[in-house]
C-alpha cells in the first residue's frame, strides 16, 4: 500500500490533529462547488477518492462540462470511445445531484442521438440555464422537444442542429443570448422563435439554412451578429441595437437587382438602429446595401457610431457610392477599419476617382484610427487613402498592410506623398 | 487617540474610519472607502448603522482572523482605487494569490463570510490551479486530508479514472485482493452448509494444489490471468465473458473444491454470481478506470466457451431466484463494509433487483 505514511506537519505543532490541519474540507459548499467548476470534469470527479467528506462533493458542482478534454484515450475506435463517452456522461449525469446551471456537450466524435435526446431529457428536468452542444460530426441533430420545455434557459448555444420546435411553443421567457451556427430552420419558426424571446440581448447566426428573410424583432436585442446567405435582412424594434456584424458570404448580382428595387436598402436596414455603436460589414453585405437608390446620406445620422468596418470591393462603383453614404453620416466615427475585398482582378482598372476631395473634412471631426488591409496599390485604393488622409484633422494612426508584397515599393512611396490634415498622424506599414 | 479626538481630528483629515471587530476580540480601525470594499461590511454600516465608533464596532464572523483580515484589507485597498487599469488588477491579483496552500483555503473561507465574490473567484481559481491534474496521493498531501475511505468505495464506479500506472496497477490489485476476500467467504459458506461429493479426478486435485500453491488464497491468481488474455469486446459480451472466465478459471480452483451435483446448482451460480458481479464491477471499472487496459479478460477455448455459456445460462436463471436469500447470507458474514456494488448500467441478469440492500456508505 503505498497511501500509508502521511506528512504529518513538523513537530512544531504536535497538537494540532488532522482534522485542523484539513482546511479546504470544511468550505462552505458553494464555495467548493465554485472550486469544483474551474476543472475540468475528470478532475472534479477524481476528488470523490479523497477522503470520506469529498466523496460527493463533485455531485453538486452546476456546471458540467464535457469535451475533447475529459477523455484521454490513445485508442482510435471510434465505437469504443463513444460507449467509454456515454458511459461517463450517464454515470456523472446519474450521480449528480441538485440544480444543474450549465452543461455543454462538445466532442469531435460521432455521438448517438438516442443518447443525447436521453441527456437532454435528463436536463429538462433539473432547471437548466446554459446549454451548448457542439455537434461535430454527422448530419443536422434534432433535439427533442423538452428542449424547448427548458423554461430557465438564460443561454442556448447550438452547433449543427435542426431546429423544430413543438407546435405547442411559446418561447423561451428568459433567454438572453442565443447562439445557432449551422442550423437548419424555416422561416417562420425563426421568426416565432426570436420574437418570443422577450428577454433576448444577444443574437448569433452563422451559416443557416432555411431561412432568406431576416426579420428581427427583438425589443432588448443589443448584440446581433451573423453571416449566411439570406436575401433581405430588417429590425423591428430594435433601438437598444448596439453592435451588429453582418456578412453576407454570396456574391449577390447588383444588375439585376437594381432593375427590380426602387426602395434603398441601405435605407431600410438603418431606419431601426438609432443607437448602433459598432457596425461590421463583412463580405458581401456592402453589395447588398448598394441595392436600390442609395442616398448621399442618411436622414438620420447615426450619432453614436463610433466604430465601422466595411469589406470593400474599392474599384466597384456601388460600393463606393453606398460605403461614401455610410461615412458620410456617422459624424462621431473614431475608428475605421476598410478590408479590400480579394476580388479577381477581371474588371478595368477604373480612372475616375471616386473620392474627391469635396468638403468633406468636417465629418471626420472625431476620426482617430484607421486601418486599411488588403490592398494592393490600384488607383482607387491609393485615392481613397489620400483622401482619408487630408480630411482626418485629429488622426492618430493609419496603419496599411498590403495583401502581397507585389508593388510594396510603389505603395510605399505614394503613401509617404500623400498630404496629411493632421499632425498627429501615423502611417504605419505592416507587412503582408 | 480617543474619541474626542478623533471626532476633531476627522474633518481635517477628510478620512472616515470604520470600526471592525475580529472574533478573538481585537479591534481595530479601518479607512471607510477600503473596508466598504467588501459587501457584508458594507451592509452592516448602511443597514445597520454599525461601525461608527469603537463601541459600535462590527463583528466580523467567526471565519475571519486578524491575519486574514489584514489580507482582505490590503486586496480592497488596492482594488478599491478607480483608476487602475485591468493588467494592473491582474498582475497584482496574481502576486497576491502566491501563500501556501494553508492560508489560501483560510482566506476563502474569510472572503466567502465577507461576501467579496471577486477574492472568493480569485482564491477558487488558484485552488483548483492546485488540485487540477494531481493524483489522489498528492492531492491529500497537500490539504491533509484523511485518507479514509476504503480500498473497495475508491473503485466504486464513479469516474475517478487516472492514468497514472502506479494507480491502475493498485486498483487492480485491490480489485482481485477484493474478490480473493470473497471467494474465501464463499469457501468458507460452502463448506459450511453443503454437502459435497467428492469425485474430483487426481488431475483436479493436482492442479488445484498447485494453484493453491502459488497463492496462498486459494483462488485465481494474477499468474493464471495473465496467462488466459483477451481482447476486450463490446460492453454486452463482457458479461458473458466474464462469467466464462470465472468458471474456466475457477476449474482449477474452486470447482474442485465443492464439486458436487447438488453443489453445482445451488453455490456454483451464487458463486459465479458473486464473481461475475465482482467481474462484471471490475468489467466496468476496467471500462472506466482502466481505459487503456485491455489485457484484463482471458481467451477461452472454444469448445469450453459453449459449455460455459450454457452454464451461465443457467445459474442466471437460478439467480433470479436465488439471489436475496445468497446475498443475505454473504451480508451477514460479520465483515463490515464488504459491500458489493452493482454497476448502474450492468447486464440485465444482475442489476435491479430491490432487495439488494449493498451499498454500505457512511
Known amino acids: 500500500m503505498s497511501i500509508v505514511t502521511k506528512q504529518r506537519e513538523p513537530l512544531r505543532l504536535p497538537i494540532k490533529t488532522e482534522a485542523e490541519l484539513d482546511k479546504i474540507s470544511n468550505l462552505p459548499g458553494h464555495v467548493i462547488d465554485q472550486i469544483l467548476s474551474h476543472l475540468p470534469i475528470r478532475d472534479a470527479v477524481r476528488t470523490s477518492v479523497l477522503s470520506r467528506k469529498w466523496r460527493y462533493k463533485w455531485a453538486t458542482i452546476p456546471y458540467l462540462v464535457f469535451d475533447n478534454q475529459c477523455l484521454n484515450v490513445s485508442s482510435q475506435d471510434q465505437t469504443f470511445i463513444k460507449n467509454k463517452l456515454v458511459n461517463i456522461i450517464d454515470h456523472v449525469l446519474l450521480l449528480h445531484k441538485g440544480p444543474l446551471h450549465k452543461f455543454k456537450l462538445s466532442h469531435r466524435d460521432l455521438l448517438g442521438v438516442t443518447d443525447i435526446d436521453r441527456w437532454i431529457l435528463c436536463l429538462s428536468r433539473s432547471s437548466i440555464k446554459e446549454f451548448i452542444l457542439e455537434i461535430w460530426k454527422g448530419q443536422r441533430y434534432k433535439p427533442p422537444s423538452c428542449l424547448f420545455n427548458c423554461q430557465n434557459l438564460i443561454h442556448l448555444e447550438l452547433f449543427n442542429c435542426l431546429l423544430k420546435p413543438p407546435l405547442t411553443f411559446k418561447g423561451f421567457k428568459n433567454l438572453r443570448s442565443l447562439d445557432l451556427q449551422h442550423i437548419t430552420i424555416i422561416q417562420n419558426v425563426f421568426e416565432n422563435l426570436i420574437s418570443s424571446c422577450p428577454l433576448l440581448e444577444r443574437l448569433t447566426l452563422m451559416n443557416f439554412t432555411g431561412v432568406t428573410h431576416l426579420n428581427i424583432d427583438a425589443p432588448n436585442l443589443q448584440f446581433f451578429d451573423i453571416g449566411g446567405i439570406f436575401d433581405d435582412v430588417s429590425f423591428q424594434n430594435t433601438v437598444h441595437l448596439a453592435l451588429v456584424s453582418i456578412g453576407l458570404y454570396v456574391n449577390i448580382d447588383n444588375e439585376e437587382n437594381n432593375a427590380e428595387e426602387n426602395s434603398s436598402k441601405l435605407l431600410r436596414f438603418f431606419v431601426n438602429l438609432p443607437h448602433i455603436r459598432r457596425l461590421e460589414v463583412q463580405s458581401y453585405f456592402l453589395k447588398y446595401l448598394a441595392i436600390g437608390s442609395v442616398p448621399s446620406r442618411l436622414p438620420n445620422p447615426c450619432v453614436d457610431l463610433n466604430y465601422l468596418s466595411i469589406r470593400i470591393d474599392f474599384e466597384d462603383l456601388e460600393e463606393n457610392i453606398a460605403a461614401q453614404c455610410l461615412l458620410r453620416s456617422c459624424p462621431n466615427l473614431q475608428e475605421l477599419e476598410m478590408l479590400a475585398r480579394p476580388e479577381e482582378q477581371n474588371s478595368v482598372e477604373t480612372s475616375s476617382n471616386f473620392w474627391e476631395d469635396d468638403h468633406w473634412s468636417s465629418l471626420f471631426a472625431h476620426l482617430r484610427l484607421v486601418k486599411v488591409s488588403g490592398i494592393s496599390g490600384v488607383k482607387s485604393e491609393m485615392d481613397f487613402i489620400k483622401f482619408l488622409l487630408s480630411n482626418s484633422p485629429v488622426l492618430e494612426r493609419l496603419t496599411v498592410k498590403p495583401a502581397s508584397q507585389d508593388g510594396e515599393w510603389e505603395l510605399m512611396k505614394e503613401l509617404l506623398r500623400f498630404r496629411r490634415a493632421s499632425i498627429y498622424a501615423e502611417v504605419i506599414y505592416l507587412d503582408p | 487617540m480617543s474619541e474626542v479626538d478623533m471626532a476633531v481630528i ?107 465574490k471577486p ?244
Not at chain 2, 472574533?23 to 461590511?41: L, N, R, Y
Not at chain 2, 471565519?63 to 478607480?82: G, K
Not at chain 2, 477558487?124 to 497537500?142: D, M, N, Q, Y
Not at chain 2, 464463499?186 to 487426481?202: G, I, P, Q, T
Open chain 2, 10 to 116: 476627522k474633518p481635517e483629515m477628510m478620512k472616515s474610519y470604520i470600526w471592525l471587530q475580529t472574533a478573538d476580540g481585537s479591534i481595530q480601525q479601518v479607512e471607510q472607502e477600503v473596508a466598504m470594499f467588501c459587501p457584508m461590511i458594507c451592509h452592516e454600516v448602511i443597514q445597520k448603522g454599525m461601525g461608527s465608533s469603537k463601541n459600535y464596532a462590527i463583528s466580523l464572523p467567526q471565519r475571519v482572523n486578524p491575519a486574514m483580515l489584514s489580507l482582505i484589507l490590503d486586496y480592497c485597498r488596492f482594488h478599491q482605487v478607480p483608476g487602475r487599469s485591468n493588467k494592473e488588477r491582474k498582475s497584482f491579483d496574481e502576486k497576491f494569490i502566491r501563500m501556501d496552500t494553508k492560508r489560501l483555503c483560510e482566506l476563502t473561507s474569510a472572503a466567502d463570510s465577507l461576501q467579496l
Open chain 2, 119 to 362: 477574492l472568493v473567484d480569485l482564491t477558487s481559481r488558484a485552488l483548483a490551479r492546485i488540485i487540477e491534474g494531481k493524483t489522489p496521493e498528492e492531492i491529500r498531501e497537500i490539504f491533509h486530508l484523511p485518507d479514509d475511505l476504503t480500498e473497495e468505495e475508491k473503485l466504486e464506479p464513479l469516474k475517478n479514472t487516472t492514468d497514472d500506472p502506479r494507480i491502475r496497477l493498485l486498483n487492480r490489485l485491490y480489485a482481485k485482493k477484493r474478490k480473493e476476500l470473497k471467494e474465501r467467504e464463499k469457501l468458507k459458506n460452502v463448506e459450511a452448509e453443503e454437502e459435497r461429493v467428492d469425485d474430483r479426478s487426481v488431475d483436479d486435485l493436482l492442479s488445484f494444489i498447485n494453484g493453491d500453491n502459488g497463492d496462498s488464497k486459494g483462488i485465481k491468481t494474477s499468474k493464471s490471468k495473465k496467462k488466459n488474455r483477451r481482447r476486450k469486446d463490446q460492453q454486452k459480451s463482457t458479461s458473458a465473458n466474464e462469467a466464462n472466465k470465472n468458471h474456466s478459471e475457477e476449474s482449477n480452483g474452486l470447482n474442485s473444491v465443492c464439486h458436487s451435483s447438488e453443489v453445482d446448482q445451488k453455490i456454483q451460480p451464487s458463486i459465479g454470481a458473486t464473481s461475475n458481479l465482482q467481474d462484471v464491477e471490475d468489467d466496468i471499472f476496467a471500462n472506466k478506470n482502466e481505459f487503456d487496459d485491455g489485457d484484463i479478460d482471458d481467451e477461452i477455448d472454444p469448445a469450453l466457451k459453449e459449455k460455459i455459456d450454457r452454464e451461465v445460462e443457467d445459474f442466471a436463471r437460478r439467480l433470479n431466484s436465488d439471489w436475496p436469500e445468497r446475498m443475505q447470507e454473504i451480508l451477514s458474514l460479520g465483515q463490515e463494509r464488504k459491500a458489493v456494488h452493482f454497476p448502474l448500467n450492468g447486464n440485465g441478469s444482475i442489476r435491479s433487483r430491490d432487495d439488494f440492500k449493498v451499498r454500505i456508505l457512511p
